[in-house]
């Protein structure tokens, strides 16, 4: 079985040390101080521990069932489900008018972290509800918010989001399904949806589905979409649940990984739905959704990689195999622990620096969209700019990790028994869905760097000025601030590039649009990587806080800077070559 420790001190330094949640001067978060954070941690991670990671390799062996047009999740799901719902987890950061306890969203990222971790494929079920919700709270009118939010919020009733169709996932354009106005203001959705996550199951009393479809009127492509509430049982005036309604599950999806999660086919036949939002505007209002899930799968991305990078360094330090090149480290044995071997510290140290700067940059984003949703409209912009890097990169990077966690274990990673062959086959769906990450790159270069006139990654680079000239000389200006400067001019060269030669030729824009994806990624992970020095050696100085922990802290970030942050340089070099490389053979070539 494999182990998985929640990382509470990392997240604690990360929430106090770095953010300063409680001095943020944002509603609510005053009461945010690091005792407060730390008993939300060890109660989550004790759920994480005790019940989720134990039911993560049943969920991966069982995977669910369709029996009867209905179906059944792994065993042990459904308690633990009870148990996550009467933790108050699911309305940990939802609005206390419905029954949420109002906590910040970077608490609910936080503790989000900790469920991915133990057990990704059961954590979509109340994440995508998470999603649905928002959708609803942020668009729905008064009525809609009382009938569906209180049991969204408890997890009484689970939500879905429903775009994907046979031809087109990533064309929205193109979609089918159609919705026909009726009499009473409500309209019949008929129309098949594919690959809908945690689209039924046997943990709630219903399903919401938010569909997206074309009502009469609205014109070609995706200006013509609309958003629909679709309950699987219909809910009668009194709140009660009535009779079912016109959607069922065709089928069940077998894939690659998160078997606990039910991937289905959703037939839509007539079913009865409501609008959401404004008719025509679907949209719009999915992309509420989208963003928050962008985030969340970007968390996903990294967190599921966490327990894979713990259980390389558990096996590193216990298999022993050579010995050290410096001479014996273990000479009563018959050879020394694999950690000994600087190829194998390599491996460990590119998974530790990425995934601690990957919960920084992820609780950072959350820490910007509570600015956001508190009238911050530059947080917002930035936040908005940088999910497709955090969808993209992370994920990239995340799977990236799991693969180099399974690498530790030689060939007992690729068998089942030693649990790492799960960690990859879980992570290699969040490079796909909520857009594929190629598709992230576009966006990322195509709509979000000339949002709003650029101003948001003006933004960001002056941020990142601000941020190195305020610590120009100090103690860590050589190993942070420095290699920091010299990517961020990397990624600034790399937009020039773009706004000069985008217009002329699209094509060069976006041959380049994934290597600017990660080259942004890596300037973000620096960045926090020296906000999080700064704090260490605060910290440090002042002879305040866990002296190993910073001066691990220290060396783990110079890690980063050393050996990914020059990955800028090779990106830009790509960038700077344009399309014909990438454009120059014919599709026959091929
Ligand atoms: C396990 C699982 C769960 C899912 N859950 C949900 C869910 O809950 N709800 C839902 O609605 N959908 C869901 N999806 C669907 C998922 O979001 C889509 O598969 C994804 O968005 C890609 O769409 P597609 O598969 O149609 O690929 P396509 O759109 O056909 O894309 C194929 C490839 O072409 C690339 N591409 C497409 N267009 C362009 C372009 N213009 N320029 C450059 N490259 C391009 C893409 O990046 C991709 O690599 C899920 C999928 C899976 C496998």
Redesign the pocket.
């Known amino acids: 079985m494999t182990i998985y420790n929640p990382p509470v001190r990392d997240m604690q330094f990360a929430l106090h040390d770095v953010l300063k949640l409680s001095r943020s001067g944002l509603p609510g978060h005053e009461d945010l101080d690091p005792d407060f954070t730390e008993a939300i941690l060890d109660a989550a991670g004790k759920l994480a521990v005790e019940v989720l990671a134990p039911l993560n390799a049943v969920g991966d062996r069982q995977g669910c069932r369709l029996e009867n047009g209905v179906v059944r999740t792994p065993d042990g799901f459904d308690k633990a489900f009870r148990a996550m719902k009467d933790g108050g987890w699911t309305a940990l950061d939802c609005d206390p008018e419905y029954g949420g306890q109002g906590m910040p969203y970077v608490m609910g990222v936080a503790t989000g972290e900790i469920f991915v971790s133990a057990n990704m494929a059961f954590n979509m079920y109340q994440g995508?509800t998470h999603g649905a919700y928002s959708a609803i709270h942020a668009h729905g009118t008064d009525a809609q918010k009382q009938t569906y939010l209180p049991k969204m919020v408890s997890c009484d009733w689970t939500g879905?989001?429903?775009?994907?169709e046979p031809h087109?996932?990533?064309?929205l354009g193109l979609l089918r399904t159609k919705a026909e106005p009726q009499d009473d203001g409500s309209y019949r959705i008929t129309g098949q949806?594919i690959?809908?996550?945690?689209g039924d199951h046997d943990l709630a009393e219903n399903v919401i589905h938010l569909v997206l479809a074309k009502a009469p009127g609205g014109g070609e492509g995706t200006k013509g979409i609309s958003l629909f509430i679709v309950p699987k049982f219909l809910v009668n005036a009194d709140g009660s649940l009535g009779e079912r309604n016109g959607v069922s599950v065709g089928a069940l999806?077998h894939?690659m990984g998160?078997h606990g999660n039910s991937?289905c086919v959703m037939n839509y036949d007539g079913a009865r739905g409501w609008l959401l939002g404004d008719l025509h505007k679907g949209m719009r209002a999915m992309f509420t959704m989208m963003n928050e899930a962008r985030l969340g799968v970007g968390l996903q991305g990294y967190a599921c990689a966490v327990p894979a990078y713990q259980n390389a360094v558990a096996y590193a330090k216990d298999r022993v195999q050579g010995r050290a090149v410096t001479g014996a480290a273990n000479p009563q044995g018959a050879a020394d622990p694999l950690i000994v071997h600087p190829d194998i510290r390599r491996s460990l140290m590119d998974q530790k620096s990425f995934l601690e700067g990957a919960r920084m940059l992820t609780l950072w984003g959350a820490h910007m969209i509570d600015k956001g949703h508190n009238g911050d409209a530059d947080a917002e912009g930035l936040v908005s700019l940088l999910t497709p890097v955090i969808k993209g990169f992370l994920t990239d990077k995340g799977f990236e990790t799991t693969v180099l966690a399974q690498q530790v274990f030689g060939g007992h990673g690729y068998i089942e028994e030693w649990g790492m062959s799960q960690f990859v086959r879980d992570a290699r769906?969040t490079m796909?869905?909520?857009?594929?990450?190629?598709?992230q790159a576009?966006d990322l270069v195509g709509r979000k760097l000339a949002q709003d006139g650029g101003r948001h990654v003006v933004a960001f680079f002056d941020m990142v000025k601000s941020f190195c000239k305020e610590h120009g000389d100090s103690a860590i200006t050589d190993d942070f601030i420095s290699p920091l400067k010299a990517a961020s001019k990397d990624l600034q060269t790399a937009a020039m590039f773009f706004m000069e030669r985008g217009m002329k030729n699209p094509d060069d824009a976006?041959s380049g649009s994934y290597d600017f994806m990660h080259l942004f990624g890596h300037v973000a992970l620096g960045f926090m990587w020296a906000q999080m020095a700064v704090a260490a050696r605060t910290a440090l100085d002042a002879g305040t806080g866990d002296a190993a922990f910073l001066k691990t802290k220290l060396a783990t970030g110079r890690y980063y800077m050393k050996r990914q942050l020059p990955m800028t340089g090779t990106h830009l070099a790509r960038i700077q070559s344009g399309a014909a490389p990438v454009m120059e053979l014919e599709a026959e070539a091929f």
């Open positions: 995508l879905t989001m429903n775009l994907t087109c996932g990533t064309d949806k690959f809908i996550s945690a999806e894939k998160i991937t769906i796909i869905y909520e857009g594929a990450n190629g598709v576009l976006l």
